[in-house]
């Protein structure tokens, strides 16, 4: 069961001034580290008739470089060597402190079977860079890695020596939260490690209490089912208004040319939903969700750096719903709660582009992120007769496109859109679309200029479907589940500078500015809102060691544009990153 991070947002009150009064006195006391991977001193015969230029001060990228010598000389894969290094490596100068050696005797190391299971190449296989670049970018999506390199050691006779260096990020978590915020306390208890005794496997079991409700979660999540290709996970929820239980097992495809791939998977919900004006509860509607869907996906080809794949599958979901439950005097929303069963099969078409390059300091801290700058076109037809079981007979589309690139050579452009539509009962209905856009500025050392746009719409929308402006949505001056409507936009500025300043060899220091605006069409009036607008600054810290809150916020934001119930100003406290 896969959830958000959290987002807190209160009112501004002394425990900012505590808090930036004590990251200063920390900051004062640390000094300066960059916490990367050494590459290894490539050695041997491989080194005898380099080209001229291509030598180890190339930088960042010179294994990248050797390797493509490397194929173009149609070397082969020799023996691989796994090195696995702890959360903290003890051994590079000014890291052997208390706090590293009690993590690194805490912390399961990986096996390193964990990591050779995910391996994309074999010993006697052709060199070739897109399966190593592959292969690096698979195990940096693990969630037990801080961060890979995979080199060539050495060569002799056109057989190369393979190493391959993960280093661990801090995977246990014991989590306890507080928070009392507009009037209402929550409370929740989290144990959780993703990679769990070294075996790269995620366990996790929470209580939490919140004004909504209360709820016990087991997740367990495996990415090499018996160190096989395959991947499954399974999460039981058991709520104090119904339970949420969700099982999926998938065999993905792991590289642009594997030639199928399949998926299973289920859902089973039962809860209120809870639908909130100006932050505050106003209707509860029970409902009960079920979907359970089989998917199979080929390879039609690919060629230099394009791929088509085609998709077939079977799909059964029903949705029904209660009568609503009002939390006020007002009058209930507008909401079409018909419920509906839709059971039928399933057609899609993919073409894909593999242009990925890797990018720091994006929307992460001291992290390699990998960005495609090409095309990924996905559409899916549905068909869901009647005589199948289905409320009716219906027809569904779906289409996701996204596309990279860079404008000015120190930049980065990342856009996407998205569009659903159901034909049922002779009309169009839960219509949904958005458009966003998001743009890297790094011209200048240490910084990132970001500009992010978003647009989104429905029309006779499912209420699992209706829209949001607030907090959580990236207004930051502003309470969670603000306004609700059909059609809403928002745009962000955000400068982020990142400083040389390491806190305990575990954190980051940087800054933050940005200013937030967004405007919705609401459901109730059925109007446009008024252009809501803030600004603020702050702390951005990036997290080094863990696994998880990978950047930090630690900001102020005010409001420009006042309504009741908004305070002057937010402290924003949160691991959010929307871009």
Not at 81 to 91: A, T
Not at 228 to 253: C, H, K, M, N, V
């Amino acid at each position: 069961m896969h959830r958000a991070s959290e987002l807190l947002s209160v009112p501004l009150g002394g425990a900012l001034v505590v808090s930036i009064a004590a990251w200063l006195f920390l900051a004062a006391l640390a000094h300066a580290e960059t916490p990367r991977i050494a590459a290894g001193a490539t050695t041997g015969s491989c080194l005898t008739g380099l080209p001229e230029g291509l030598t180890p001060t190339a930088g960042r990228f010179y294994d990248a470089h050797l390797w493509r010598w490397l194929e173009s000389r149609h070397d082969r894969i020799g023996p691989i060597e796994v090195r696995v290094v702890n959360v903290f490596n003890r051994s590079r100068a000014g890291l052997d402190t208390w706090y590293a050696r009690a993590a690194d005797f805490i912390h399961a190391k990986t096996h390193p079977y964990v990591i050779r299971d995910a391996l994309l190449f074999k010993s006697g296989q052709p060199v070739m860079v897109r399966t190593i670049y592959e292969t690096e970018r698979n195990i940096r999506a693990l969630p037990f890695v801080r961060a890979v390199r995979i080199e060539p050691e050495s060569c002799s006779h056109h057989v190369v020596k393979v190493a391959v260096i993960e280093k661990d990020a801090w995977t246990l978590k014991f989590d306890y939260r507080f928070s009392h915020v507009g009037g209402a306390s929550e409370i929740r208890y989290k144990a959780l490690d993703t990679d769990i005794l070294g075996t790269g496997k995620t366990l996790a079991v929470s209580w939490q209490k919140t004004l909504q409700r209360t709820e016990i979660d087991y997740e367990y999540e495996d990415p090499a089912i018996f160190g096989s290709r395959w991947t499954g996970s399974l999460s039981d929820g058991t709520l104090s208004d119904g339970y949420q239980r969700e099982i999926t097992i998938a065999r993905p495809f792991y590289r642009d040319t594997d030639p199928w791939a399949v998926s299973f998977s289920g859902l089973f919900q039962k809860e209120n939903l809870d639908l909130y004006l100006d932050g505050v509860l106003v209707e509860s509607v029970p409902n009960q969700l079920n979907t359970g869907s089989v998917t199979y996906g080929h390879l039609l080809g690919f060629s230099h750096d394009t791929g088509q794949r085609f998709y077939l599958g079977w799909s059964r979901s029903s949705e029904t719903y209660e009568t609503p439950i009002a939390d006020g005097p007002g009058p209930l929303l507008p909401l079409n709660l018909r419920s509906r069963r839709t059971v039928g099969p399933t057609v899609g078409w993919q073409l894909f582009q593999d242009r990925y390059r890797s990018f720091e300091n994006i929307r992460l801290i001291d992290r390699v992120e990998d960005y495609d700058l090409g095309w990924n076109v996905m559409g899916t037809l549905g068909y869901d007769p009647s005589w199948f079981g289905s409320l009716g007979n219906s027809l569904s589309f779906d289409l996701e496109m996204s596309v990279g690139s860079r404008l000015f050579g120190r930049d980065l452009l990342l856009a996407s859109g998205t569009w659903q539509v159901r034909r049922q009962s002779g009309q169009w209905q839960n219509e949904t679309g958005q458009l966003a856009a998001t743009y890297y500025n790094q011209n200048l050392p240490e910084e990132t200029w970001v500009l992010h746009t978003a647009y989104a719409f429905t029309v006779r929308p499912d209420p699992l479907s209706l829209l949001y402006i607030g907090g959580i949505q990236g207004l930051r001056g502003y309470p969670n589940y603000f306004r609700l409507g059909t059609r809403m936009w928002t745009a962000t500025l955000e400068d982020r500078i990142v400083t040389p300043i390491t806190l305990f060899h575990s954190f980051v220091l940087g800054f933050v500015a940005y200013t937030d605006c967004a405007q919705i069409a609401e459901l109730t009036p059925a109007r446009w809102s008024r252009i809501y607008e803030d600004v603020g600054g702050g702390l951005r810290i990036g997290n080094l060691r863990s696994a998880y809150g990978q950047v930090y916020y630690l900001t102020v934001a005010m409001p420009l544009v006042h309504a009741p119930g908004v305070p002057a100003e937010q402290f924003i406290v949160g691991d959010i990153v929307h871009f």
